[in-house]
């Protein structure tokens, strides 16, 4: 049985979706200008404002306003858009998402800023880029980036930041890993790397190549490069989620590899 999603009294929720088994979702810049298009388009159809976004590797944060019944009925319509898209561009069957998406309900202004600031920490804390400099997130939205995407109702969240120089400054030199929903449950100071900076280690050790195209190549070639993926420092389980490909499979190859 479902557990029942917990309502906010102020119609605001922090929206996560990722990819099933925490697979890549965008394999280049085309895929997320379509996912952005599409995230304009259902927003607009359901009357759900978006907040804050942010479009990681292998899954998004979203910080949206509207009734949940609408936001249920928004991520539903997107992500099996995108679905669709993604799986006819890629020549790939199945899902693309985990069946249901995450959501938090946010209560209280402070919190709302909090989690803005954290959804667009993300790619900093993963190691990706810094904040400001990071196209994929509504950060350059309010910091006034002339060539940034426009998808925001910008206008709550600067008046409570007082404006474009105290949303800035809310968030430049801000270091601190805040307590907001997160893509996984927290990690322990000795487990393994996150799963975004493997994901970038894995591109740089892969080429051309995309990982989720492993598990459809010859084997020597396929092993070939999951030798590479262990080289980079990938762990065994992280393989196995980003390439689909069995443990054993993995297993078998990094012992050869000894």
């Keep these: 049985m479902r557990t029942q999603r917990k309502r906010s009294d102020s119609d605001i929720y922090h929206v996560i979706s990722r990819g099933t088994g925490r697979q890549l979702i965008f394999e280049d810049d085309d895929d997320r ?3 952005l298009n599409l995230l304009a388009k259902n ?7 978006v907040y804050a976004w942010c479009l990681m590797g292998n899954h998004v944060h979203l910080l949206l306003h509207a009734p949940l019944t609408q936001i249920s009925k928004c991520m539903k319509n997107l992500c099996g858009q995108y679905a669709q898209y993604y799986n006819k561009r890629h020549a790939r069957v199945g899902h693309l998402f985990q069946e249901r998406f995450k959501s938090e309900p946010i209560e209280d202004e402070s919190y709302l800023l909090v ?11 993963a190691g990706v880029a810094n904040q400001q400099d990071y196209p994929w997130s509504s ?3 309010y910091a006034g980036k002339t060539n940034s995407q426009r998808i925001c109702a910008c ?10 120089k105290g949303f800035i400054a809310f968030h430049d030199g801000h270091t601190i890993e805040e307590a907001c929903m997160d893509v996984d449950a927290p990690r322990s100071a000795t487990s393994a790397m996150p799963d975004e900076q493997a994901i970038a280690l894995a591109k740089r050790a892969l080429g051309c ?3 989720n195209d492993l598990k459809s190549l010859p084997r020597a070639m396929r092993n070939s490069y999951l030798e590479e993926l262990r080289a980079a420092g990938l762990s065994i389980r992280q ?11 993995i297993q078998n190859v990094a012992k050869h590899d000894k």
């Design 239 to 249: 393989i196995e989620r980003l390439t689909g490909i069995s443990r054993g499979i």
């Design 43 to 49: 927003t607009a159809q359901t009357s759900v404002d």
């Design 209 to 211: 190549q995309k990982i």
């Design 139 to 141: 950060y350059r939205e």
């Design 155 to 164: 206008d709550l969240l600067l008046d409570l930041f007082g404006g474009k």
């Design 33 to 35: 200008v379509v996912f």
């Design 115 to 125: 989690v803005a600031r954290y959804i667009h920490f993300n790619p900093q804390k």
